[in-house]
């Protein structure tokens, strides 16, 4: 199975908003509404950001959303902050009971 | 709080065999489904194994079927990974986390390195 498609980079200024895209099929992202976001920052573990495509755990800033339309997920940061700058993943479950990754998004705050 | 704590990384020649742990605390282990994923060095996250509550439903990536097996104790709120038969491929970071549609918690990682 292929990962999930993200773009590669993406770069906004501070207080901008900015969206990263995950793309998937009817076997993932499509047929399911299990899609999480995952911030990662350089030599650290994963940390959740969403999950269930809109739902944010109580510790995460509400400046983060998450959302879904057919085959493809997308995860909104508004009001970027320096702090922001990381490696973003996106997952869903499968029609396999596993879970896909997408394959990472760099976002550099300008 | 909610802990993952991994352990048995190390260098190990293609073809041998290591079992990963990830030792659970914080919460009631055996009311979850944990999942291993792993990082090759400046690459994305891959979702390794998964396996359910009770032990008994497990599921594999591709790339592993066959060759690393995922399974619990819960009495020890412990998670295993034993990989056999190991490629050069399988280098990377093992991190344990809990969940099962998602991976809300995870582990520090356990490096394996599977020298070409």
């Known amino acids: 199975q292929s990962a999930l498609t993200q773009p590669a980079s993406v770069s906004g200024s501070p207080g901008q908003s900015l969206t990263i895209s995950c793309t998937g099929t009817s076997s993932d992202v499509g047929g399911y509404n299990f899609v999480s976001w995952y911030q990662q920052h350089p030599g650290k573990a994963p940390k959740l950001m969403i999950y269930?495509?809109?739902n944010r755990p109580s510790e995460v800033s509400n400046r983060f959303s998450g959302s879904k339309s057919g085959n493809t997920a997308s995860l909104t940061i508004s009001g970027l902050q320096a702090e922001d700058e990381a490696d973003y993943y996106c997952?869903?479950?499968?029609?396999?009971?596993?879970?896909?990754f997408g394959g990472g998004t760099k976002v550099t705050v300008l | 709080q909610v802990q993952l704590v991994e352990s048995g990384g190390g260098v190990v020649r293609p073809g041998r065999s290591l079992r990963l742990s990830c030792a659970a605390s914080g919460f009631t282990f055996s009311s979850f489904g944990m999942h291993w994923v792993r990082q090759a060095p400046g690459k994305g996250l891959e979702g390794v194994a998964v396996i359910w509550n009770d032990g008994i439903d497990k599921y594999y990536a591709d790339s592993v079927k066959g060759r690393f097996t995922i399974s619990r104790d819960n009495s020890k709120n412990t998670v295993y990974l034993q990989m056999n038969s190991l490629r050069a491929e399988d280098t990377a970071v093992y991190y344990c986390?809990?969940?099962?549609?998602?991976?809300?918690?995870w582990g520090q990682g356990t490096l394996v390195t599977v020298p070409s």
């Open positions: 986390a809990r969940g099962m549609t998602t991976a809300d918690y």
């Open positions: 269930d495509v809109t």
């Open positions: 997952s869903s479950y499968t029609s396999s009971s596993t879970l896909i």
